[in-house]
Structure formats: C-alpha cells, structure tokens
C-alpha cells in the first residue's frame, strides 16, 4: 500500500523556520511536490523535485525562502520553510508521481499526480 505521511507543521512567528517532512512507503517515485491550501483559497502548487535531487523548482512567492530536497535513501522529501511570512499559512501537502512531471510541464497540476498526503497545517502568525 502506498502512503505519504507528512509531518513538521505547526505554529511559528513571521520570520520564523519550519521543516516539513513526507514519508513515502509502499514505493519509489519521480516527482515529488509540495503543494498548499490557505483558508478559502484553492490549493497551489509550490515547489517540486526530481528523483535525484536536482532540478528542484518553485512557485515565485517562496523562492529564495523555501528549499525542497528529498533523501532517496529514507523514501522521504522536505520542504525547508525560511523567513516565514503570514500568507504562508496553510495546509502543506506532499504529492508524489510515478512520472517525471516537469518533462510534461505538469507539475502544477493537481490531477498528474498519483498520490497525496493527508496534509499538515502550518500557521504563521503576524
């Protein structure tokens, strides 16, 4: 059974770090992504990477504050949360691919992927 299992969320001040955490199991995969979903707002994308660690890339309102990475060998990815702002508030979820997205140009997209976490809620406050 294929699960993702995210972890790190909570509550921090403007300005402050976090370090999100998904553990993958049940197998392997391409693409692994972060995406959000703030309160009354669509979920978005916001930041994804290749299988090897590289071509990491991101949406433009958290480049330069937010690193994604993933340690194949522990089937788990990060999403490294800096300089935190209170418009970052959400609900963080990991998503996971068999493909390799960015080769399609679907990373954003909801629907390319195959596999979701349940979520981690992450508050900033002002």
């Known amino acids: 059974q294929v699960q993702l299992v995210e972890s790190g969320g909570g509550l921090v001040q403007a300005g402050g770090s976090l370090t999100l955490s998904c553990a993958a199991s049940g197998r392997t995969f391409t693409t692994m992504s972060w995406f959000r979903q703030a309160p009354g707002k669509e979920r978005e994308f916001v930041a994804t990477i290749r299988w090897d660690g590289l071509s990491p890339y991101y949406v433009h309102s958290v480049e330069g504050r937010f690193t994604i990475s993933r340690d194949n060998a522990k089937n788990t990815g990060y999403l490294q949360m800096s300089s935190l702002k209170p418009e970052d508030t959400a609900v963080y979820y990991c998503?996971?691919?068999?493909?390799?997205?960015?080769?399609?140009?679907?990373?954003?997209?909801?629907?390319?992927?195959?596999?979701w976490g349940q979520g981690t809620q992450v508050t900033v406050s002002s």
């Open positions: 998503a996971a691919a068999r493909l390799y997205l960015r080769t399609s140009n679907s990373h954003t997209a909801e629907r390319a992927y195959d596999y």
